[in-house]
Nanobody, 122 residues
Framework: QVQLVESGGGLVQAGGSLRLSCAASGSAFSGYTMVWFRQVPGKEQEFVASITWSAGSYYADSVKGRFTISRDDAKKTVYLQMNSLKPDDTAVYYC????????????????WGQGTQVTVSS
């Protein structure tokens, strides 16, 4: 079992930056793929970025070049550095995890955090 807790969301003006954190507890972290999804009301969850157990990273086209995902296995934490934020980035951001998974579908991940709201004003 893995428990995930996100933090770092908030309100920021367009062009600004935020860093989201997702702290894991309860089980081994190093063998897990960590992923960020986001969701706006009335829409499906959208893949944002993921990082594998070997630090391979993947990004949605909409955030490539602006967002950076990283992990600190010693702290059991994954980060999402979000730069040049746009109003379209406004969403609830969710951290998810699972062992040995490389996927962009939320169905592939068993463990989820509660989400953190990111609001980008124009």
């Amino acid at each position: 079992q893995v428990q995930l807790v996100e933090s770092g969301g908030g309100l920021v003006q367009a062009g600004g930056s935020l860093r989201l954190s997702c702290a894991a507890s309860g089980s081994a972290f190093s063998g897990y793929t960590m992923v960020w999804f986001r969701q706006v009301p009335g829409k499906e969850q959208e893949f944002v970025a993921s990082i594998t157990w070997s630090a391979g990273s993947y990004y949605a086209d909409s955030v490539k070049g602006r967002f950076t995902i990283s992990r600190d296995d010693a702290k059991k934490t994954v980060y999402l550095q979000m730069n040049s934020l746009k109003p379209d980035d406004t969403a609830v951001y969710y951290c998810a995890a699972d062992r040995g998974v490389i996927a962009r579908s939320p169905l592939a991940f068993r463990y989820w955090g509660q989400g953190t709201q990111v609001t980008v004003s124009s």
